[in-house]
């Protein structure tokens, strides 16, 4: 408008299809000082917007490069795990139990439906599916045939026994514990196949009324279980055949003398429990020790 006197319609048309790089003509002649200005316009603005363009193109295409890579490289770890968690269900219980078992140097791997805790779940550094976790291709996916365990704790009872009947079939050794919601849940969650069905609502009720009755009991569950700070807690140790300590005494042991040890509890093949064994009970093959460990 300034150097060729051109209306305000005029030079906006032409400064339009000069940045847009149309070029459909000029309108007017251009003289030798409008030539060099757009010389400088096209050098200038073409460029800038070619670069701001190219930007958020190159942004666009790197994150979703990104997720794909992401997503591939989740997909190679939790190919490789044996003997791994399995965790369905990301909510409040879901996720404080991958934080759990994470602490300990478990591998875990998550499936959750809702795609808005995959902030969540990138935040934690667990492995993890987004997908029904009922559907059978997404369990193979995370490896049930070989996993150890599954932990189902998905919105509802239905779900859970659902879920159960499915990773049964899956992997008939499994060992399967899920929350139940409705104690009416609990029967027909063990006849689907769960090895542990678990009320966080009972549990929290009974826990309330020992705090009441026996507090100190419940202080030194707390030391055992739960305050990762302390140095007592309560371990399992299977008995093999092969084990040197097979059909020994528990005073010839040497546990107590060598590994500062004390057997609380053992547990039999058939699934009987002695309490506070005697010195001279014998240790048998499949038998699981339950020490605390100081």
Known sequence: MIIEGWGLGDAMYMTVITLATVGY?????????????????????????????????????????????????????????????????????????????????????????NAARQAAMDEDGVLYLVGEASDENLLLKAGIKD???????????????????????????????ARAIQNTAKRTLEAAGANKVISPYDLGARRMAHAILRPTVIKFLELAFIDDSTDIQLEEIHVYSNSRLLNVALKDSGIRQQLDLIILTIKKADGTMIFNPKADTRIETDDTLVPPHI
């Open 25 to 113: 003509g000029e309108v007017h002649q251009v003289s030798q000082v409008g030539r060099i200005f757009t010389v400088f316009l096209i050098f200038m603005g073409v460029g800038y917007f070619m670069y701001v363009g190219g930007n958020i193109v190159q942004f666009l295409v790197e994150d979703r490069i990104r997720v794909i890579f992401g997503r591939r490289k989740l997909d190679k770890q939790i190919a490789k795990l044996k003997d791994h968690y399995i965790i369905c269900g990301y909510g409040r219980i879901g996720r404080v139990l991958a934080r759990y078992l994470t602490k300990r140097y478990l591998n875990v791997v998550v499936i959750e439906k």
């Open 147 to 177: 996993a150890k365990a599954l932990m189902t704790v998905v919105a509802t009872d239905a779900d859970n026994v659902f879920l159960t009947l499915i990773a049964k079939h899956l992997n008939p050794s499994l060992f399967i514990v």
